[in-house]
C-alpha cells in the first residue's frame, strides 16, 4: 500500500553559530531563490528570523 510520506527534515542553519535551526526545508521542493543576509550586512532583507541559539537576526530576501 502507499507509504506515508514522512515530515521534512531537512533544516537550513543559522549562518552565524552554525547551530541554530533557523528554517525547516522540505527537500523534495523547488529551490526558492532566497538569500540570507548577515545582520553586518547593508542588503535589506524582507524578512527577519531570530536564531534560538546565538540570539542573531538573521534577515531574508528574494534573490532576483
Ligand atoms: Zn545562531
Known sequence: MSRQRTVP???VFCPICGKGK???EDPD???VPL???LPKS???AHWYIKCT???SQIGIAPKN
Open 9 to 11: 527534515q531537512n533544516y
Open 22 to 24: 533557523i528554517i525547516m
Open 29 to 31: 521542493s523547488d529551490d
Open 35 to 37: 538569500r540570507l543576509i
Open 42 to 44: 547593508k542588503k535589506k
Open 53 to 55: 541559539v546565538c540570539k
